[in-house]
């Protein structure tokens, strides 16, 4: 079993950077690749990013690529997604996930996160 707590959303402007965190409890986090989802209100859960069990590989979506980063620290139980330049469009409740055997496909992950609200104005 393992539990997931994302943290570090909030309101910002168009152009500024957020950091989240996604905070695992119980055994085996290093075992598990990790991603993150959005969602917008009305739209289907986007798939942002994942990163491999020991980090060493990490995967974006299109619409992020090259403005987030996705990191994780197996010592600290913690998943990251720094978010550089952002845009209205990404206004959105990020969940971070824990499982994911096809990276990109919310239905392979297997721990949920309950979600933290990014906005970001204009």
């Known amino acids: 079993q393992l539990q997931l707590v994302e943290s570090g959303g909030g309101l910002v402007q168009a152009g500024a950077s957020l950091t989240l965190s996604c905070a695992a409890s119980?055994?085996?986090?290093?075992?598990?690749?990790m991603g993150w989802f959005r969602q917008a209100p009305g739209s289907k859960r986007e798939f942002v990013a994942a990163v491999s069990w020991a980090g060493g590989s990490t995967y974006y979506g299109d619409s992020v690529k090259g403005r987030f980063t996705c990191s994780r620290d197996n010592a600290k139980n913690t998943v990251y997604l720094q978010m550089d330049g952002l845009k209205p469009e990404d206004t959105a409740v990020y969940y971070c996930?824990?499982?994911?055997?096809?990276?990109?496909?919310?239905?392979?992950?297997?721990?949920w996160g309950q979600g933290t609200q990014v906005t970001v104005s204009s």
């Open positions: 119980g055994r085996a986090f290093s075992s598990y690749a």
């Open positions: 996930a824990a499982g994911g055997s096809s990276w990109w496909d919310d239905s392979s992950y297997d721990y």
